[in-house]
């Protein structure tokens, strides 16, 4: 089976104590719901559960959570990467595109948590009590933005981060050195 490129997202879970992580990936499976936010892969490795934006994987997590407690092991959410396959190939990264909508009073707040990860705002529409910044960025660039925005607007912004395409990775500026 070919690989969907359309959930850049994924996060591994495991049961701990499990010896045979095949097993406890399908039976995890099989407590989840089919949707179009997510897939799941069940392998030796434990289940991926791959969606198309990071709070997609929120709800399956807290199935499993809820089912699984402290035996449940969940790795980051992590970026997947686009390869063709090909010996010259150079890895491919999802692209985004951002919207969120927030009380004015917001606004220059998300536009330093943006600008802080490299995510340059394309547009801003205001109105007198709201406004909406619309962006893209790479995926890598955008983990953990939900979160964020819940704790610089006291969980009031709405926001949409869906997948626009994918281009090849470029380094970074520093040459790939951490700041």
């Not at 499993?64 to 992590?78: C, F």
């Amino acid at each position: 089976m070919m690989p969907r490129w359309d959930f850049p997202i994924e996060q591994l879970t495991k049961q701990r104590g499990e010896r045979f992580q095949l097993r406890f990936a399908r039976a995890a499976a099989a407590l989840l719901a089919p949707s179009e936010e997510v897939e799941l892969h069940a392998s030796a490795d434990g289940l991926a559960v791959r969606g198309r934006n990071e709070d997609a994987l929120e709800f399956p997590l807290s199935i499993l959570r809820e089912r699984y407690g402290d035996r449940l092991q969940a790795g980051p959410p992590r970026v997947r990467f686009w390869e063709d396959g090909t010996r010259n190939a150079h890895p491919h990264e999802p692209i985004m595109q951002v919207r969120i909508a927030s009380a004015r009073a917001f606004l220059d707040a998300i536009e330093r948590e943006l600008s802080m990860r490299g995510v340059g705002v394309q547009e801003r529409h205001l109105a007198r009590a709201n406004g909406v910044l619309r962006g893209e960025a790479p995926l890598a660039r955008l983990l953990g933005l939900p979160a964020r925005l819940r704790a610089v607007t006291n969980g009031s912004a709405q926001h949409w981060v869906v997948l626009s395409h994918y281009a090849p990775v470029t380094p970074d500026p520093d040459g790939g050195r951490a700041a």
